[in-house]
Structures are given as C-alpha cells and as structure tokens.
C-alpha cells in the first residue's frame, strides 16, 4: 500500500509561518490528488487545501491568501506553506494522497497527523 509521512508540525506565535510536508511511498504508479486536512479538538475534520496532478489547486475560505499548497509531482511529495499563522488555525494536521497502486488498483491513503499550534 501507500504510506504517508507527514513533517514540519511544531509550535508558533502568532503572525509565524511553518511548512508542512508529506511524502508518500509505495509502489505508486500516479497520485491524482494530495491534501491536507485538519482536525482541532471537538471539531470535525475539515479540507485545508488539496491539489491535483495538473496543478488544480482548492483551499478552504479561512486559508485563502495566507496558505499555499505544492506539490513535487517526481518526489511524491506535498507541501503546505503557512503563513500569518492565528490560534484558530491550531489543529492536527493530516495529509492524504488519492490515485492508483502499479497494479492499477486505486488507493486512498491518510498520513499519521502532525500537531500544529499557534499561540497568541
């Protein structure tokens, strides 16, 4: 199957800035799209942004102007700039990763989480 391991999680002040990457391995033959999705305590999970194969990319209202998803289409890897960081943006963080295995098998697949918080 296809893991998933996420980094760059970690504490910040407020106005600060991380970046969040994720690296999928497996014997993958594409990954139509990677995302990032987050979960705050009490809270369901919600899409923070996702990006397609073609560079498509879509983000949730809140994260519009201050985070910025990329993706490395050779490396597997996707990549969640950060940036003017608040406290409502505290959460873990969760990548995840859609297309198909080199047995043409779909997959969907869902990183372990990295805890990001924001202090005022």
């Known amino acids: 199957q296809v893991q998933l391991v996420e980094s760059g999680g970690g504490l910040v002040q407020y106005g600060g800035s991380l970046r969040l990457s994720c690296a999928a391995s497996?014997?993958?033959?594409?990954?139509?799209?990677m995302g990032w999705y987050r979960q705050a305590p009490g809270k369901q999970r919600e899409l923070v942004a996702v990006?397609?194969?073609?560079?498509?990319?879509n983000y949730e209202d809140s994260v519009k102007g201050r985070f910025t998803i990329s993706r490395d289409n050779a490396k597997n890897t996707v990549y969640l700039q950060m940036n003017s960081l608040k406290p409502e943006d505290t959460a873990v963080y969760s990548c995840?990763?859609?297309?198909?295995?080199?047995?043409?098998?779909?997959?969907?697949?869902w990183g372990r989480g990295t805890q990001v918080t924001v202090s005022s």
């Open positions: 497996g014997i993958i033959f594409s990954i139509t799209s």
């Open positions: 995840n990763a859609n297309g198909r295995l080199a047995t043409m098998a779909t997959f969907a697949s």
């Open positions: 990006i397609t194969s073609g560079g498509n990319t």
